[in-house]
């Protein structure tokens, strides 16, 4: 994507900058924690095993995405050639797809194994996914001023998002358990 907007220039490779350097770290990362004698060492490791993370705290994988995601899809749904127009909104979608693939297909093998470690990036992802989104939806409906049957839609599917929140958390600090 950025070299359709920035071509192959110096520009590039400066926007790649923290990604380059982000490998690099992520890589350190890897050999401190998988490779060097520690608490953990020799009994974990990464391996590739589809969704057995993910299924292990969801009986419902898709039902889990929809629901976590039900504000954006209806807002992408009913603006669906925006994402692919605007470059904010396709990296906040690409960025949360690839975190998606990530937490479902990498787990960690050993003592850690349901911490759910690669889960992190998909709560990053989707915090900035719907930032993004509300974004959008609120520069959309605040410059014409009108509020359609779609948007109508948008917003309900957005109080619904805070709704569930507010009564996940009652219950929450009300049961004391998270899943």
């Given at each position: 994507m950025l070299i359709r907007y920035i071509g192959?220039?110096?520009?590039?490779?400066?926007?790649?900058l923290p990604i380059i350097i982000g490998a690099i770290s992520l890589l350190a990362e890897y050999y401190l924690i998988y490779r060097i004698e520690g608490p953990y060492s020799g009994t974990s490791s990464v391996a590739i095993n589809p969704f057995l993370v993910w299924s292990y705290?969801?009986?419902n994988i898709f039902l889990s995405i929809v629901?976590?995601?039900?504000?954006?899809?209806?807002?992408m749904f009913f603006n669906w050639k925006e994402v692919f127009r605007n470059a904010l909104l396709g990296y906040a979608t690409l960025s949360y797809l690839v975190s998606i693939l990530i937490f479902s297909t990498l787990t960690e093998i050993g003592t850690r194994q349901?911490?759910?470690?690669?889960s992190w990036q998909c709560i990053v992802c989707n915090y900035i996914l719907f930032t993004v989104v509300s974004a959008k939806?609120?520069?959309k409906t605040g410059s014409n001023g009108k509020i359609n049957w779609q948007n109508k839609l948008i917003l309900a599917s957005f109080l619904l998002h805070v709704i569930f929140g507010c009564l996940y958390l009652i219950r929450f600090f009300v049961t004391?358990?998270?899943a």
């Amino acid at each position: 994507m950025l070299i359709r907007y920035i071509g192959v220039k110096k520009e590039l490779w400066l926007n790649l900058l923290p990604i380059i350097i982000g490998a690099i770290s992520l890589l350190a990362e890897y050999y401190l924690i998988y490779r060097i004698e520690g608490p953990y060492s020799g009994t974990s490791s990464v391996a590739i095993n589809p969704f057995l993370v993910w299924s292990y705290y969801s009986p419902n994988i898709f039902l889990s995405i929809v629901a976590s995601t039900f504000f954006p899809l209806v807002y992408m749904f009913f603006n669906w050639k925006e994402v692919f127009r605007n470059a904010l909104l396709g990296y906040a979608t690409l960025s949360y797809l690839v975190s998606i693939l990530i937490f479902s297909t990498l787990t960690e093998i050993g003592t850690r194994q349901y911490h759910a470690n690669f889960s992190w990036q998909c709560i990053v992802c989707n915090y900035i996914l719907f930032t993004v989104v509300s974004a959008k939806f609120i520069q959309k409906t605040g410059s014409n001023g009108k509020i359609n049957w779609q948007n109508k839609l948008i917003l309900a599917s957005f109080l619904l998002h805070v709704i569930f929140g507010c009564l996940y958390l009652i219950r929450f600090f009300v049961t004391k358990e998270y899943a």
